[in-house]
């Protein structure tokens, strides 16, 4: 395939906008990349050279300069090629190196859930810090996702899944954040032809048969606003388009209706000449359709975040045919489609940083540098949610909060001591709970007092990363100052044991050697860890019991299973001589991605990554501890409940089914009841690949109805309960 002819077009599209363009620049960034990629193929079979070529086509379609193209052009070298920073530098200097640096994705070799967690809320804060900097960082990684969205299906179903995720979940309103609605846009429909394809095909149809039916109405409408604009004589276009598929889907399953309920799924779009217009055009349309109650938005005075302006009305239009229309200016409209990208960052002419007031929000998503990769990641998908409400100080400064907003975001959206020290709130004049959820529109009066201090509770409503971030640091400033002293404690506690003298405390131990030993900066921190559980008191005073003559009774393996954990291992990693046991809400097996959490006096709570207890836990993170399955083989006890239609020799088949499975049953209790009946196992299995295998050959034996996980004590409510599921054959 000849791709020179595609640059060479490329070339002129950003010709055709900045005639002064560096051109040598960008011929030698395709030259480079051309040489570095030669030989490398893309899933699809193309050339790889493909890929950087369409990101920098899309990067030209949005207008930007030059500097971005080649960084888009070279932007998969350091991950994907032979080609090194140093080189980078040498050829291109340090700006261009340092965005392509910066949309280089950190890898790790780890298999871990964790490693693979780690590496990417490591790669997407890089990303974010860089965009601070350099707004074109964020600008050619959307170009970069939207290609490889585009060629998504050369890939395998699970890569394709975890992707489109990505990208609903991340990219989609990183985009809408910048106000490119037109990328935005293309990413939620793709990643939804690729998430739900059935339900995508089925409302793409009944869309086309909706429009087909409504044809003779829309053009009615069309031919109408042409004519009002005439009448006014003012210089504008009417538009019309469907809105776009994913846009339309969430919309159904959020509001719980059906698609002939939509008030705005067909949208005309009018664009004058000014603001003025803009006003007379809604006079107008409101005087000849009748208005839906509620459905009005003025998003000319009170602008979105991201620039978006324009006013939004629905309407009744012929038979009943509701229909939505947005009136802009043609600048609005171009802000509208493709953002900070193509309108007031660039033609202003301003360096490409972050520190313009509408890109403010990109500094809140790093806020809080010490959070964990998960609490990360959680934090920037909470944080990128779309929607806003608009809220107003007493005074009538205007606040921008996410959706699902309380007092407390509001409180700490206005600075860091009012959160704090917030008491209470009156919202419109009346007093509400600090948990209230704020609207549009909503006057929120803040309430202080210098004796408030930030409550863990808070954590469980607050939505905003920066309310977040600033409760976990006191809350976490107050549990470090516990840990010290429980850390103490537990030392001296541990010295007594050995026989050491403690009559001044820790005063007569040099810890500085401990402190040293264990990797601490300082001496406050290695008693902090001994509090929190992730050092053991004994092995730190271990050194000063050699010094004295006495045994060393420490451990020095990391894998240590708790009394009764039935021979449970797994490693704590940077700890040693800490109890592990399973946690009973998930019951996770090896296989399982699986997270740590240091409880009070039991040791390390072992529970799988997706168990709905996490979001609890959650809320003292510096509890959490990073775990991995050891190498040693053990068996695990898992409770099953099996349901089958009573008849004989049911039982015998089932243990047969364990048996053929490599598996043992441990106990067994079954109960039957109006032909109906429950048997309660605990099964030895090695790991998650053996359970599934027992679960798969239990549902083979006839006669069977359905298994399921847990245990119980009335095993006779639990077959009633059941009996309807197993006479109707529930699987």
Not at 3 to 13: S, V, W
Not at 495 to 510: I, T
């Amino acid at each position: 395939m000849d791709t020179l002819p595609r640059f060479d077009d490329i070339l002129e599209q950003v010709q055709a906008y900045k005639p002064t363009c560096d051109e040598d620049l960008l011929r030698r960034a395709y030259v480079f990349s051309a040489m570095a990629h030669q030989g490398q193929v893309r899933a699809s079979g193309e050339p790889y050279l493909v890929h950087p070529l369409e990101v920098a086509r899309i990067l030209a379609e949005m207008r930007l300069d030059e500097v971005a193209i080649a960084v888009g052009l070279l932007h998969d070298l350091l991950e994907d090629t032979y080609v090194t920073e140093e080189t980078l530098r040498d050829q291109f200097g340090d700006r261009i190196t340092n965005l392509v640096k910066a949309l280089t994705k950190i890898t790790t070799l780890e298999k871990s859930y964790a490693a693979r967690q780690a590496a990417q809320a490591e790669s997407f804060r890089r990303m974010l810090l860089a965009s601070i900097e350099d707004i074109r960082v964020l600008l050619v990684k959307l170009a970069d996702r939207l290609h490889n969205m585009r060629t998504l299906n050369f890939l395998d179903e699970n890569k394709r899944q975890r992707i489109s995720q990505e990208t609903l979940e991340i990219y989609a309103p990183l985009a809408h954040r910048l106000g490119m609605g037109r990328i935005k846009a293309e990413l939620e429909d793709l990643a939804f032809w690729n998430l739900f394809p059935e339900e995508a095909r089925r409302l793409s149809e009944e869309l086309s048969a909706r429009r087909e039916k409504a044809s003779a109405a829309i053009e009615l409408v069309r031919s109408e606003l042409e004519h009002m604009l005439k009448e006014l004589s003012i210089e504008g276009e009417v538009r019309f388009r469907i809105k776009h598929l994913y846009s339309i889907w969430r919309k159904l399953n959020v509001q719980g209706i059906s698609l002939h309920e939509l008030f705005d799924f067909l949208a005309f779009r009018v664009v004058v000449d000014n603001v003025a217009n803009c006003y007379a055009v809604l006079g107008l349309v409101h005087q000849r359709w009748r208005p839906v109650p509620g459905r009005f938005k003025d998003y000319i005075s009170v602008p979105k975040s991201n620039g978006y302006q324009s006013l939004h009305t629905s309407l009744l239009g012929p038979e009943g045919l509701p229909f939505e229309v947005q009136i802009r200016t043609w600048d609005m409209d171009e802000v509208a489609e493709k953002g900070v990208a193509a309108h007031w960052l660039y033609k202003e002419g301003r360096d490409p940083g972050a520190d313009h007031p509408r890109l403010a929000w990109l500094r809140s998503l790093v806020e809080g540098q010490q959070e964990s990769p998960r609490e990360f990641l959680d934090s920037l998908r909470l944080n990128l949610y779309p929607e806003e409400v608009f809220c107003f100080t007493p005074k009538g400064e205007l606040v921008r909060l996410p959706r699902g907003a309380t007092p407390v975001d509001f409180a700490y959206a206005i600075h860091t001591e009012v959160g704090n020290t917030c008491v209470g709130a009156r919202v419109n004049g009346r007093l509400v709970p600090l948990r209230t959820v704020l609207k549009t529109g909503d006057i929120v009066e803040i309430q202080t007092s210098p004796n408030q201090v930030p409550r863990r509770g808070w954590l469980e409503f607050v939505v905003t990363a920066r309310a977040r971030t600033k409760i976990r640091a006191y809350l976490k400033k107050g549990e470090k100052d516990r840990a010290r002293v429980l850390g103490r404690k537990l030392l001296e506690r541990e010295a007594r044991r050995l026989g050491l003298a403690v009559k001044q405390g820790l005063e007569g131990f040099n810890l500085k050697e401990a402190v040293v030993h264990h990797g601490f900066a300082k001496e406050e921190d290695l008693l902090a860890a001994v509090g929190f559980g992730r050092l053991s008191a004994r092995e730190v005073m271990a050194v000063f019991a050699r010094e004295k003559g006495e045994p060393e009774k420490t451990s020095a393996s990391k894998v240590r299973p708790h009394p009764g954990s039935e021979g449970l291992v797994v490693e704590v990693m940077g700890d040693r001589d800490l109890l592990t046991f399973r946690a009973k809400c998930c019951q996770p097996l090896p296989g399982d991605p699986i997270v740590g959490y240091v409880t009070r006096g039991r040791g390390v709570a072992i529970h799988r990554r997706s168990c709905p207890n996490l979001r609890r836990l959650a809320l003292a993170p510096e509890r959490e501890v990073e775990v991995r399955w050891g190498s040693l083989g053990a068996s695990y006890p898992m409770p099953l409940h099996v349901f089958f239609e009573d008849r004989p020799g049911m039982l015998a088949a089932i243990s047969q089914a364990i048996t053929s499975a490599g598996s043992n049953i441990r106990t067994c209790h079954l109960a039957t009841e109006d032909r109906c009946g429950v048997v309660n196992l605990e099964v030895d299995v090695s790991g998650r690949d053996q359970l599934e295998k027992v679960v798969a050959l239990i549902r083979r034996v006839s006669g069977v109805t359905r298994v399921d996980f847990g245990f119980t004590r009335d095993f006779r409510q639990l077959v009633a309960t059941r009996g309807s599921e197993v006479a109707g054959g529930a699987r």
